[in-house]
């Protein structure tokens, strides 16, 4: 059983187009992570969510906090965008979701 | 500031010995996390460190254990490492709690032989 899912998968978009990944989460949290990693291993922590929206320059999560889901928003997708996208959730514990392969084709 | 500094960066070791990784967290941070990410699992949440107590535990054998010192730094020990114990080990911290912007290390390529 899965606490946090994660769709799609893998992910390829031709330069400039909206992109967006969905994580569904079936625990109680007191907030949602949206993290990035490159090729090689680092991981960038993107946004910390409890409720509503972010908006970070061509990044946008939303939470709604009813439904158990959330998104994250690409606008005009770069090559350098290409990482992988992993949900996280923080409750009694750190549950993460298996990350969506994202490719930027230029 | 200096970011979250993980050391050794890479690691070999044989099965049936034991293995401590450092974590070095951002000046100020209290809160470590030590999480294990492998090519089947993912990443896995092992432990969270605040004020040198540990505040939550992941679902891992007592063979995964760590500490935290005063200054926040943590220690992570691994004993009677087995094969499947081969991941990257990664920590991250946070000013007091999980539920704040998590800053990674680099983390540690542990390769079990």
């Known amino acids: 059983k899965n606490e946090v899912e994660q769709s799609p998968q893998n992910l390829t978009a031709q330069e400039g187009e909206f992109i967006t990944i969905n994580c569904s989460y079936s625990?109680?949290?007191?907030?949602l992570h949206w993290l990035q990693q490159h090729p090689g291993g680092g991981i960038v922590s993107l946004f910390m969510?409890?409720?509503g929206k972010k908006k970070h320059g061509r990044l946008i999560a939303t939470i709604n906090i009813q439904e158990k889901h959330s998104s994250l928003h690409i606008t005009a997708s770069h090559p350098r965008d290409s990482a992988v996208y992993i949900c996280?959730?923080?409750?009694?514990?750190?549950?993460f979701g298996t990350g969506t392969s994202l490719t930027v084709i230029p | 500031k200096a970011g979250v500094t993980q050391t050794p960066r890479y690691l070999i070791k044989t099965r049936g010995q034991q293995v401590t990784l450092s974590c070095s967290p951002i000046s100020g941070h209290r809160s470590v996390s030590w999480y294990q990410q492998t090519p089947g699992q993912g990443l896995q949440f092992l432990f969270e460190?605040?004020?040198?107590?540990?505040?939550n535990k992941g679902n891992f054998p007592g063979r995964f254990s760590g500490r935290q010192f005063s200054n926040s730094r943590s220690e992570m020990n691994v004993s009677t490492l087995e094969l499947g114990d081969s991941a990257l080990y990664l920590c991250a911290s946070s000013l007091e709690s999980r539920n704040q912007p998590q800053h990674f290390g680099d983390g540690t390529r542990l390769s079990i032989l």
């Open positions: 625990v109680g949290i007191s907030a």
């Open positions: 996280a959730v923080t409750g009694n514990q750190f549950y």
């Open positions: 460190y605040f004020s040198e107590t540990q505040r």
């Open positions: 969510l409890s409720s």
